[in-house]
């Protein structure tokens, strides 16, 4: 008996290791962007069509980012990727008409005592085009692979100053609204 149960032991022990971190669609030490040689996680990623009718008026939004955005109560130290382009759908190729974008680092998340919420509160912008200084020369985001479920896809983002920021996400994909 005592032989089974130490068969039984080694057998879950190794199930245990050779799982790997993306079973969950996310692989968490992949997925993310370098700048400066320091790595940024990113590993959630959710996408909003602004438009349910399909007109290319309002756009395609993507938002990577290390926490779940949709769980409020997530913690600091918050770090994003956002990017907005105007297409009826979330498709593979390359992206080149991207209107908004911004990353963001050390964001978080504080409990407003007053109504029991959690109130968003940004971090440090390093890239954004809505600030002078913080803007791209370059923009380039391919969708290598696209489904309901999952997204594929390598960014490449030059400020003006040259500083690069570059990456890649390969996992789950959410259609979750997320504000912040």
Known sequence: MKNIFKVASILAISLFISCSEDEDGRDLGQNGFTHNETFYVLNNAFVTDED???SLSAGIDVTLS???????????????????????????????????YYIEVG??????????????????????SAQS????????????????????MTFTFTRTDGQV????????????NVTP
């Open 133 to 152: 200084g913080l803007l791209a020369t370059e923009k380039n985001v391919i969708i290598n692979s696209v489904d309901e479920n999952k997204v594929d």
């Open 107 to 128: 964001g978080k998340f504080e409990f407003n005592t007053t109504d029991s919420t959690y109130v968003y509160t940004n971090g440090t912008y390093l890239l954004n």
């Open 52 to 54: 349910p009718l399909d």
């Open 66 to 100: 290390n926490v779940n955005l949709a769980d409020s109560s997530a913690v600091s130290n918050v770090s994003k990727l956002y990017f907005k382009y105007e297409d009826i759908n979330l498709v593979p190729g390359a992206i080149t008409n991207i209107s908004d």
């Open 165 to 176: 920021f570059t990456g890649k996400y390969n996992g789950i994909l959410s259609d979750a």
